[in-house]
């Protein structure tokens, strides 16, 4: 993925609306290189490069209404586990995989069914309207292949990208919407 197609991208939704924002200095590609949020490196380990890049140059992007929004590194940064209540947010960036656990209650095989999933699907956008969603990147993809889940079962989700620089194109030729155009 290039910087120009993350700029891009990041106008096309300034264009329809969104609250979007590069990181400092990401406009004129004078970004200093950012280390990745440790949550996403200890848990994922390497991830595909576009998601990496994205992460480093994209400060906010949030939909009209605040219905959905991509994650950031300020999300993966202050948002751990059990540490929301103090952050302020209504979502920690896990929020979906904490509910499915929740659910399980103590069916361990079932607890740790969602924690497999979980290791390998990093969420990339949280949508809160008119349900429970989200889009994330597959981990053990070559390519960062794009999954769609949504309420009740988190878990059961489809493949809607072979990429993230796909599931991005995508959304800007109209193939795929992001959040709801309510």
């Keep these: ?73 300020a999300d993966y940064r202050e948002h751990r586990n059990d540490d929301i209540a103090h952050q302020g947010a209504a979502f920690a960036w896990n929020e979906w995989e904490s509910m499915s656990l929740e659910a399980a209650g103590d069916d361990a095989d079932w607890q740790q069914q969602i924690r497999s999933f979980w290791d390998r699907y990093v969420p990339i956008v949280m949508i809160v309207q008119p349900e429970y969603a989200f889009y994330a990147i597959d981990t053990h993809s070559r390519d960062g292949a794009v999954i769609y889940g949504r309420e009740p079962e988190f878990e059961e989700s489809d493949e809607i990208a072979a990429s993230f620089e796909q599931f991005m194109q995508r959304i800007m030729d109209g193939t795929l919407k992001w959040y709801s155009q309510v």
């Design 1 to 73: 993925m290039t910087h120009e197609q993350i700029v891009s991208f990041i106008r096309w939704n300034q264009e329809r609306g969104c609250e979007a924002k590069l990181t400092a200095g990401a406009n004129d590609e004078q970004m200093k290189e950012l280390s990745l949020p440790s949550i996403l490196t200890q848990r994922y380990g390497t991830l595909p490069t576009s998601f990496s890049v994205w992460i480093q140059s994209v400060q906010t992007l949030v939909a009209p209404h605040g219905q959905a929004w991509f994650l950031t590194a």
